[in-house]
């Protein structure tokens, strides 16, 4: 039912979007669907590109420059407590720079990485893996393509700690499927 409504959230997002990309208070929208042992997730979020004087290492059409991301997910842990069925409901909100390898024109093949800061609705305990805190940084590391329609479709690994501010710390892997409309 929660992914449903978070699905609802993604449409009336991309229903919106038009009025946000004429004030250019974004540049994109996305939803993702995440998968990893015992947990799946899903996120619906807006970028802002850099501006164009942040552009690093130009050569050959392609340079290394970047986005602001701001996300909403939703984490649904499938063995909570390490109950087998068990649920575990989250709410998380995010928010990462990232950094993007592309063509200057921003269309075809990219790769990127990203480091940022997640808090939780409560902390996550599912499947052996807790996180003590509801405060967690989310890094991942990507590949994706962008097509002159101006949608994207990227992979990336994402890993959610707490970098050690409190113990346990086990960590959350997971797998993303990205889906984006670029302005």
Same mark, same amino acid.
């Not at 940022?116 to 499947?127: D, F």
């Given at each position: 039912m929660q992914m449903k409504k978070l699905f609802a959230a993604a449409t009336a997002l991309l229903a919106i979007s038009p009025a946000f990309a004429s004030d250019k208070l974004v540049d994109g929208v996305y939803g993702e669907f995440s998968s990893g042992s015992k947990i799946r997730m899903g996120h619906v979020g807006v970028t802002k590109d850099w501006p164009s004087n942040w552009s690093w290492f130009e050569s050959n059409g392609r340079h290394l420059t970047g986005y602001w991301d701001a996300t909403l997910g939703y984490w649904e842990g499938r063995q909570a407590n390490n109950v087998p069925g068990a649920k575990q409901h989250i709410v998380d909100l995010g928010f990462t720079?990232?950094?993007?390898?592309?063509?200057?024109?921003?269309?075809? =093949?990219?790769?990127? =990485?990203?480091?940022?800061?997640?808090? =939780?609705?409560?902390?996550?305990?599912?499947?052996?893996d807790r996180l003590s805190t509801a405060f967690e940084f989310g890094d991942h590391i990507g590949v994706g393509y962008v097509f002159n329609n101006n949608w994207e479709i990227g992979l990336k690994y994402q890993h959610y700690s707490n970098g050690g501010i409190k113990k346990p710390n086990s960590g959350v892997d997971v797998g993303v499927l990205r889906v984006s409309y670029k302005f």
């Open positions: 720079p990232v950094v993007r390898y592309e063509n200057v024109s921003k269309k075809g =093949l990219y790769a990127e =990485l990203g480091i940022g800061a997640h808090v =939780l609705s409560h902390t996550y305990n599912n499947n052996d």
